[in-house]
């Protein structure tokens, strides 16, 4: 642990051609060590010591003061630049600065400029689509998230391309080129401009975030000070242009070199919300960062001295297989919540929101309107290196041109959405530990419109999150239904809507979303197992309601476990073969293939795991994978801390900074009140993984649900991820 790994270098030819492969072999061989390369530093690669050091403030500092030099201090090696405040400043110092910007990139304040997100993305396709090529980097990821930003912020549009560049000329130019010197130059020209645009909002207030900034006050009351604002505006500018910039190149090249998932997400364009965050973890834009040691500690084993510099690569810990299994694959429909490309701890990225919302406009454009389009790998241009930022220079591409929007209305790419509540109208068991839900808005009217497929999110009354496949009529816009099968070895999600839903229950939702739609096709073939049957029960429902030639398949442990069956043969008749396994054992997959897939047959399959790779092993054996579509159930909870929502209680939360105390009771989550309170808040995953919402406990006993913390985190009681953190006393004093 503790040798010297002299040849270890995050910029070198090697790393460049294969990051995740450098830090694989490395967390392998050494995972924490000490390199001379760049002035000497401490490497790490696991995702555990990367995260305890981008949390742990105390003994690591993000400020230059500590580095010693007036350098950029957040990566290795420094090198010259603005201070960028909050990210270069420690806490208590940055709290203030995280106040300041928070509130202008919350959930809802970014739900208000995706109007304006989609304007810009379809003007830049409108710009090449008649062509039948373009550069994407040129033409699209760089000048979108430009305009939005700059937009956004209260730039001119004259300014957009002028401050655009030199952020992208440095990151996509060799050391000490002239191409990198334009972009220092341009660097200055972007200070200059920030001062102007200050002072300008200062004497004639717009409706814009220089504006909001320019007239907010600090602690004190005062307004905050120019060489603050700038420091503070020059950061916002670089984190949000070429960031984005880079993981919707990313995603590009792998979309065009992996034509089945562009298809699926042409297919199911619902399932891009949670291929954001697989696609953020398999191409994190900042590849890596660093912090200086503030006294004597050790990471892994390895002693690292005060004042060392120590590296913490996202990129290795969000491809450590000890978090994502298999990280090199790119599963579009894996929970990649827990990755930390945008950080964690106190200097998490404010800005994640925006970000996920100029990249899910842009890749909505290019599938939507581009939907062939071929990267020309011979003409794609990678960053010189990959050290701290990868991303893509020139990406060239041709595709079938369009026609332009022609100025019509601009729909943009539709977010999970807010919460909302419904109310349990009725609870059935259906069959063997399966309770069934019929749901009803709580405020009354329709529910939202859904197609088969879809599934609903419920967010539990303890903070646990779970979503579940709706199997009841898409024509009757009174209610849901949905099926929960009782798993008395899981995490406990199941175990609490057993226990909770009865008629009156409320529960809040999100959705619903649909990453497993019903294509249109001559046929179909249906095939389930145990709780899978219920996306496949609606769309039995749609293909008798169409006339379509079906066949399903359903299986199950014993009859008695096996839900809906009498409304299955009701709807299919002699075309539903009913399969327990104690009387009839597991279906031959591919004997079922061979007799009742015809050649434009589309094939469904919704069950266990293992189901499911026989079904894909026995469709790769017949040639006919691109018609078979699948759903899993993705164990989004393996990571997740145990505990009995029975023991929830109510309490009081003082808030010390605000003043107010609420009341939390016992069916509501912290972070629920707290935010109604303070709608600038921070978070995110909303999960207790990401440490968006990490808040400084001042007294009370947290009850701690998150899986963040360490053992000791959690005795000391200092912190607590209010997203799904309770309270053990009767009071709670936060630092809000």
Known sequence: MTQQQERFDHHSAECNADPVAYYAAYRESCPVGRTAAHGGFVYTTRYADVARI?????????????????????????????????????????????????????????????PMIARHAARAVDAFIELGSADFVRDLT????????????????????????PIHDIFAAPADSERAMRGAQGLAYMEERIRELVRDRRAAPAEDAVSALASARDADGEPFAEDDLVSVIGLLIAGGVDTTTSLTGSVLVHLSRHPDQRRRLIESPDLLERATEEFLRAFAPSQSMARTARTGTEVGGCPVRAGERVLIPWVAANHDPAVFPDPAEVRLDRDASRHLSFGIGSHRCAGAHLARAMFREMITQVLTRLPDFRVLEDGLVEYPTSGNQKGWDAIPAVFTPGPRSAGAPVAAAVPLGAAYEMTVTRAERTAEDVLALTLAPAAGGEVPPWEPGAHLELRLPSGRVRQYSLCGDPDDRSRYRVAVLREPDGRGGSEEVHALARTGTTFSVRGPRNHFPLVDAPSYLFLAGGIGITPVLAMVREAAGRGADFRIVYGGRTRASMAFVDELAALAGDRLVLMPQDEAGVPDLAALLADEAGPDTAVYCCGPGAMIAAAERACDERGMRGRLHVERFTGDDALEAAFDPALNTAFDVHLARTGRTLRVPADRRLIEVVREALPGLSYDCEKGYCGACETRVLAGEPEHRDSLLTEEERAAGRTMMICVGRCSSSRLVLDL
């Not at 760089?142 to 730039?155: C, Q, S």
């Open 54 to 114: 981008a949390r742990d403030d105390e003994a690591f500092s993000s400020s230059r003061e500590a580095t010693g030099v007036d350098a950029v201090s957040i990566v290795i090696p420094s090198g010259p630049g603005l201070e960028q405040y909050p990210i270069e400043l420690d806490p208590p110092a940055s709290t203030g600065y995280r106040d300041l910007i928070n509130p202008l990139l919350t959930p809802a304040a970014v739900d208000r400029l995706r």
């Open 142 to 165: 760089n000048p979108v998230p430009a305009a939005v930003t700059l937009d956004w912020l209260g730039f001119p549009e004259e300014d957009w391309a002028r401050l655009a560049g």
